[in-house]
């Protein structure tokens, strides 16, 4: 991040209401042991996370991809007393981590850890959905949004993370795996006919989507 990027990001911050002392610790040992840290959402998507949720009243979400658990606290911190996120992780050793992380947010009651590829868990899955996010493998971005379509309600959102891929999606010499689906999950995204969507510069760029 340039130094411009971070002194926005602190201004940013220092203007939004600060994260809980759970996500601050997250955050915290997110950092000092995982390979990739930069993957956590962190305090300003996860407050818009919370935002978005308190606005739909959803009362089942789904999460593709929970790493250590910041988003899927976010989401659950604001669903309704009767509401319930599944969060599906493909990765094991991340299981006690996140799981401990919500006991400590003191919302393990409505979070529901799938462990096991997403690609495999959506079919079997027997809820609908209101809101889904979408936060696994790049590459597997349009086998995720085929999957979780038809799970989301009419009227219910998805909404999926790093859809600029660091602004890769519009360098030409980019011909990576990840930056390939990426380019084809917003383009089949786009000429879908059954949503309506749009693309914001949101960190990695987030793509709200809403079911017609
Ligand atoms: C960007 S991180 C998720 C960050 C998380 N949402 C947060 O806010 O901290 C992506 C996660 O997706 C997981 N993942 C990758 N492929 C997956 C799959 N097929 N099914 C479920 N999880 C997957 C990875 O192991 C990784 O932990």
Redesign the pocket.
């Known amino acids: 991040m340039s130094t411009q990027d971070q002194e926005l990001e602190a201004y940013l911050s220092a203007n939004s209401k600060p994260e809980s002392q759970v996500l601050y610790e997250l955050s915290r040992y ?1 950092n000092l042991n995982t390979f990739n840290p930069r ?4 305090h300003i ?2 407050k818009l996370f919370e935002m978005i949720v308190h606005m739909v009243n959803p009362k089942r979400v789904l ?10 606290i ?1 989401i659950a911190s604001a669903l309704a007393s009767n509401a319930m996120l599944d969060t ?4 094991d050793e ?1 299981e006690d981590a996140a799981l401990c992380f919500f006991q400590e947010s003191g919302l393990a009651n409505k979070i529901n850890l799938h462990i ?4 495999e ?1 959506i079919p079997n899955l027997p809820h609908s959905y209101q809101l889904a ?1 979408i ?3 790049k590459r ?1 971005y349009p086998n995720y949004y085929n999957l979780v379509l038809p799970k989301v309600e009419p009227g219910g959102f998805i909404i999926a ?2 859809v600029l891929w660091s602004g890769k999606v519009t360098n030409k010499s980019c011909n990576d795996l990840h930056t390939k689906a990426i380019i084809e999950f917003n383009q089949m995204v786009t000429a879908d006919k059954r949503v309506d969507n749009v693309l914001l510069p949101i960190r990695d760029g987030l793509m709200l989507i809403r079911k017609l």
């Open positions: 997110t993957m956590v959402s962190g998507q996860g999460e593709i991809g929970t790493f250590t658990g910041y988003s899927a976010c599906i992780e493909v990765n991340l096991g590829s997403a690609l868990i996010y936060d696994g493998d597997e993370d790093n």
